[in-house]
């Protein structure tokens, strides 16, 4: 099974700063991964799929890119609604469909 | 607008079963694959199980095979999840989530989410 990794685990960031979120897959996966964030007592939320392409209604702020073994996600300028917790995903080869361990996002 | 709205969860002692069920609307049910993602309490996600559009073909993360069968019920709109069998490391929230896209047998991102069920195993 592909494993996913990500990093880092946690990192405290101001608002407007810009945030970079690294992925990375034991195995080649194309394209086949999306990310997720995920904010206390509620359900994941997908940001991007196919690697770079975003969902319909989430903001340019966030943007993917990466093929292969390596993702990143980026957000360009942080917002306070944006604290929160992110997760990639790989698509590519299933079963099973997995989950990085995610990032936690949090207020400096 | 899509929704997905998780009912069935509760507690339940190690060894015993439960079915949890997932009423979608505001999509075309026999189209899109459906899942179940769980995630236990201050963890991460994790994939459960997949079911095709057509119900023909399902897939189950290894920590449950065996114990939980995956199914859908087209005159309900309604998926389910029957989970026998249940060990304490089930505890977790449970949310059923629907394919982005159109593939057989599925596409595997997850654009819409219910809200999720807790799922307690313990005596």
């Known amino acids: 099974a592909v494993q996913l990794t990500q990093s880092p685990s946690s990192l405290s960031a101001s608002v407007g700063d810009r945030v970079t979120i690294t992925c990375r897959a034991s195995?080649?996966?194309?394209?086949?991964l999306a990310w997720y964030q995920q904010k206390p007592g509620k359900p994941p939320k997908l940001l991007i799929y196919?690697?770079?392409r975003l969902e319909s209604g989430v903001p340019s702020r966030f943007s993917g890119s990466g093929s292969g073994t390596d993702f990143t996600l980026t957000i360009s300028s942080l917002q306070p609604e944006d604290f929160a917790t992110y997760y990639c995903?790989?698509?590519?080869?299933?079963?099973?469909?997995?989950f990085g361990p995610g990032t936690k996002v949090d207020i400096k | 607008e899509v929704q997905l709205l998780e009912s069935g969860g509760g507690l339940v002692q190690p060894g015993g079963s439960l079915r949890l069920s997932c009423a979608a609307s505001?999509?075309?049910?026999?189209?899109?694959?459906m899942s179940w993602v769980r995630q236990a309490p201050g963890k991460g996600l994790e994939w459960v199980s997949t079911?095709?559009?057509?119900?023909?073909?399902?897939y189950y993360a290894d920590s449950v095979k065996g114990r939980f069968t995956i199914s859908r019920d087209y005159s309900k709109n309604t998926l389910n999840l029957q989970m026998n069998s249940l060990r304490a490391e089930d505890t977790a929230t449970y949310y059923c989530?629907?394919?982005?896209?159109?593939?057989?047998?599925?596409?595997?991102?997850?654009?819409?989410w219910g809200q999720g069920v807790l799922v307690t195993v313990s005596s």
């Open positions: 989530a629907k394919d982005g896209r159109i593939v057989s047998p599925a596409s595997g991102e997850f654009d819409s």
């Open positions: 505001g999509f075309t049910f026999s189209s899109f694959a």
């Open positions: 079911i095709s559009g057509s119900g023909g073909s399902a």
């Open positions: 195995e080649g996966i194309r394209s086949g």
């Open positions: 196919e690697a770079s």
């Open positions: 995903q790989q698509f590519n080869s299933f079963p099973p469909f997995t």
